[in-house]
């Protein structure tokens, strides 16, 4: 029902929208085409427009009963033999780059595993503050440096087109490796509190090798972490806009937008259709694993709870990064970010100009410091409207489950153009685009974590005890849930402001000359070969911002 109402919602786009398709259709045919009168009105007798929307719905899905698609608007060529190898390509590049996150967070998690089995609490992963920069960095921008660095200035791999395995390397690191981190640290997480756990003393105590107990300390925390996995696995291949065109990959996620940015109906309702099936898979697999990984515990009510004594925060790296970041925002305050000097284009760092110069000759230290507020202040509002509702609908696993798997197959530049075909364009469209999909994977995680810890014997016997329902909630779920959900919204911050500036970037919110940090990284993004330092200082800054969200959250570790 969900699916189908969503892609209804894409077939009436443009009539939701105001504009008109017949001329977005010409546009994308032939960008130099006039669009007269009989011009527009042939188009619309062609793809028979005058029949309104839900005429054109209707042929649509009839078509689709008897495997037909239909017809591309823009090309003419038949939809499926396009969608279909573009989900080839993705599902290639996105089991690549699952294998990359794999590796990422093992070694995000790799102290951990060593200290965890040598003592009787679970230690803070060395990649805490490491995997926080990385799960900062946005995939374009890791994907830049490695065509410049590796394919370009090295030569140690081809950087362009889609030709064999060797072309799927690099775009699988970019998109892999900061996954990969954003999984390690909710890994890092739950292996904590498994360390933590009555069963670890009872197996040292019997000689179990430290090896084997990190190897069951897996086992207990993967089924938790398991349909973030799943919502990873789609994301890759629906959401990987940036890197596909980067990389001139002729993958899923790319196919989409380009058929949403020319309103190409048929193929858009096509390939997002394909990505719900597989959102629908992934979920379908992923809760199979984990039901065969614990599910005799689960309905015998036997397991103990992930939710271990708290472990002391440290201080020293959060005020560390928060005096550097406000010391650079500060001094940004105080120059000027719209003074444009043609004879100072892409000046490299200096005395005058710390972080350089952009394109057009601006210092972009004053532009970072002055987009810090809008930057930061939206994004800390989405995250925290974000936190709430995938709390709120993590205690309801069955609305929140199908509409979560659905949410999370929409890229967040798709759900950008069907809210602003909804609500209308404004400053405001990026945040309520986001914060309509970035719920999905914290409500995920918090129904994973609520259904382990209602089948704890803690809770079961604080149940016989006479303890009320409210009680529990309070005193029981919500301190367990709270804390690891929290940290990870505070990890997906930087990714949140990023694709804020995404959207902006693509004319649905913020424009230039904004100093918004990543429409920075955007509009210097072309001259990253010949100025890195334009790209590089608001990366920097944000990945900075990354740290300092994920190491002042060490508060709110489980306890």
Known sequence: MLTAALVCAIGVLPWLSGTDPALTVLKARSADGDPTREALQAVRDELGLGDGPLRSLGRWFGGLVHGDAGRSWVSGTEVLPSVLPALGVSLLLMAAALAVAVGTAAVVCARTLWLGPRRRLGGRGAGGSGAAVLAALPEFLVGSVLVTVVGVQLGWLPALGWYGPQWMVLPALALGLPAGAVLGRLLDDLLSGAFAEPWTLTATACGMPPGCLARQAVRRSVPALLPNVGLFAVGLTGGAVAVEKLFDVPGLGRTTLDAALAQDLPVLQAGTLVLLALAAAAGVLTRRVAGLLI???????????????????????????????????????????????????????????????????????????????????????????????GVLLGFLPRVSGPLAELVNAVPPVLAGVLVTGIAGSGPWTPALAVAAVGWAPLATQTAALLQQERATTLLLATRAL??????????????????????????????????????????????????????????????????????????????????????????????
């Open 295 to 389: 599910g005799p515990a689960l309905r015998d009510r036997e397991l103990p709870s992930l939710s271990g004594p708290a472990e002391p925060a440290s201080r020293l790296l959060p005020a560390a990064y928060g005096t550097l970041l406000l010391a650079i925002i500060c001094l940004g305050l105080l120059r000027d970010p719209f003074t444009v000097d043609p004879a100072a284009r892409l000046r490299p760092p200096s005395p005058a100009l710390p972080f350089g110069a952009d394109a057009l000759g601006r210092d972009v230290l004053a532009r970072i410091g002055h987009g810090a507020i809008s930057t930061s202040a939206v994004a800390l509002a989405v995250s925290a409207a974000t936190l709430a509702v």
């Open 466 to 559: 006479g303890a009320g329902e409210w009680y529990l909630l309070r005193r029981r779920l919500l301190p367990a849930v709270l804390r690891p959900v929290t940290r990870h919204a505070m990890l997906r911050l930087p990714g949140i402001a990023l694709a804020l500036a995404a959207l902006g970037f693509l004319g649905l919110g913020a424009q230039p000359p904004s100093p918004e940090w990543g429409l920075l990284i955007a509009e210097n993004h072309p001259y990253a070969e010949r100025a890195p330092w334009a790209v590089l200082a608001p990366a920097a800054v944000l990945a900075l911002l990354g740290a300092l969200a994920v190491t002042a959250a060490g508060g709110v570790r489980r306890g």
